[in-house]
């Protein structure tokens, strides 16, 4: 682990330079840097770790929380200090600053975090699963420690209290009344409470499909498209993962694994089972596509024996699989540089260019089946919820109201 820290920003400059940072981006980072080294100095530190980082932000900033920073200046030095710290432990920078550093308190705290260790040990759940049940979990410790109530002493208004302090939205207070209902019943079963309080998470009415998907106009994606910058090595592979996503629909997770033996060159077809649902699914070799993977291998796909065709360029993990995160900032990027207008109040990932190729088909008359079978959805029904944002037809299926006099309603 590199502890000098002159050592240590060099290596993060060359890793700024890789991933083709902007000049300002850079430059604002890099004075972050000159300031951490010229504190360090001061206060004799000669090795730097995560601990002398800490100490800097309490110092500096008066606190280790993202969100309490109220300058724009102090946020880019924060997340520059956080960036050493990453790649000094990681070979790599986070993916981004978390906007509160949780840790479990209390006596609840710790019943808490016995909950996760048995679901670590004995519950065969995804790191992913376990992660957002950790994060209610740190919500409802908070809660809980801050109203001064104890484990054995909650109660449905306690309940009642904690979501209206977080004002979750229905599908997050759906998930969180998952995890709290199961937490109850092992403290119940455990003897940490008398009573099994999971009784008073009472059922909620929550549908999936109770929104709108979110969806980009043709011509917004086209400029999407147009808004990279393909002479560069990474303009080449994210350029390739926007008309992945684009013009098949493709999930983040059927993105990042695709692999050379999944295409059928004299065929011109693309084959594979989907990550998420196992379906197999087979695609036209579109000359668009065709041409992308062509010129990143030739141009911009870094030296590596990786299977999948799609790859890191970053140092750390140079010619690596890339993570389904790494393609929603890539979709996000575009979107911001192409001005697409109120995106950030949307969603913007990948999955929302696969509902705007739903929704786009739709409105060039492609038949349900067909958009199912794009899609790799097992049956239309999957597909059906696209319907309801077909606003011009729907207006079609209007009826007329039809008079009604009575001694109560006057026409």
């Given at each position: 682990m590199v502890t000098d820290i002159k050592e240590l920003v060099r290596l993060c400059e060359e890793e700024l330079t890789n991933r083709e940072y902007t000049f300002q981006r850079h430059r604002l980072i890099s004075t972050a840097w000159d300031e951490l080294i010229d504190w360090m100095f001061q206060k004799k530190h000669e090795k730097f770790d995560e601990g002398i980082g800490l100490q800097y932000c309490d110092e500096i900033f008066g606190t280790r929380q993202y969100t309490e920073l109220q300058t724009k200046k102090d946020q880019v030095r924060m997340r520059a200090m956080r960036m050493?710290?990453?790649?000094?432990?990681?070979?790599?920078?986070?993916?981004?600053?978390p906007s509160v550093m949780h840790t479990f308190r209390g006596k609840s705290g710790e019943y808490l975090e016995q909950y996760l260790t048995c679901l670590y040990g004995s519950v065969k759940l995804s790191e992913r699963t376990l992660s957002n049940k950790r994060h209610y979990l740190y919500a409802f410790n908070d809660y809980l420690?801050?109203?001064?109530?104890?484990?054995?002493?909650?109660?449905?208004?306690?309940?009642?209290?904690?979501?209206q302090s977080k004002n979750y939205s229905l599908a997050l207070k759906h998930n969180c009344n998952s995890t709290l209902r199961l937490f109850l019943r092992y403290a119940y079963e455990q003897r940490i409470t008398d009573h099994d309080y999971s009784i008073i998470i009472l059922p909620d009415n929550y549908k999936k499909n109770c929104k709108l998907p979110t969806t980009y106009e043709e011509s917004e994606i086209r400029n999407i498209l147009?808004?990279?910058?393909?002479?560069?090595?990474?303009?080449?592979?994210?350029?390739?993962?926007?008309?992945?996503?684009?013009?098949?629909?493709w999930r983040s997770s059927d993105i990042i694994n695709l692999k050379f033996n999944q295409i059928e060159w004299e065929k011109n077809t693309i084959t594979f089972?989907?990550?998420?649902?196992?379906?197999?699914?087979?695609?036209?070799?579109?000359s668009s596509v065709g041409n992308a993977i062509i010129d990143y291998l030739r141009h911009g796909r870094p030296e590596t024996d990786s299977a999948e065709i799609i790859v890191s360029a970053e140092t750390a993990k140079k010619g690596q699989k890339l993570s389904a995160p790494t393609i929603h900032s890539i979709v996000t990027k575009y979107m911001r540089l192409a001005n697409i207008s109120n995106f950030r109040n949307k969603k913007h990932g990948a999955h929302s260019l696969r509902h705007s190729l739903a929704t786009n088909m739709i409105k060039r008359n492609v038949s349900m089946p067909v958009i199912s079978?794009?899609?790799?959805?097992?049956?239309?029904a999957s597909t059906s919820i696209y319907l309801s944002i077909d606003t011009k037809r729907l207006k079609q299926c209007s009826l007329p109201i039809p008079e009604l006099n009575t001694e109560f309603y006057v026409v």
């Open positions: 050493l710290i990453s790649y000094q432990q990681e070979g790599d920078f986070e993916f981004r600053i420690e801050n109203s001064h109530i104890e484990t054995n002493n909650i109660s449905m208004d306690t309940i009642e209290k904690f979501y147009a808004a990279v910058n393909r002479a560069s090595a990474i303009g080449k592979r994210d350029y390739l993962i926007l008309l992945l996503a684009a013009e098949y629909g089972n989907q990550q998420k649902t196992d379906v197999p699914v087979v695609y036209p070799l579109l079978t794009v899609l790799g959805h097992q049956n239309t």
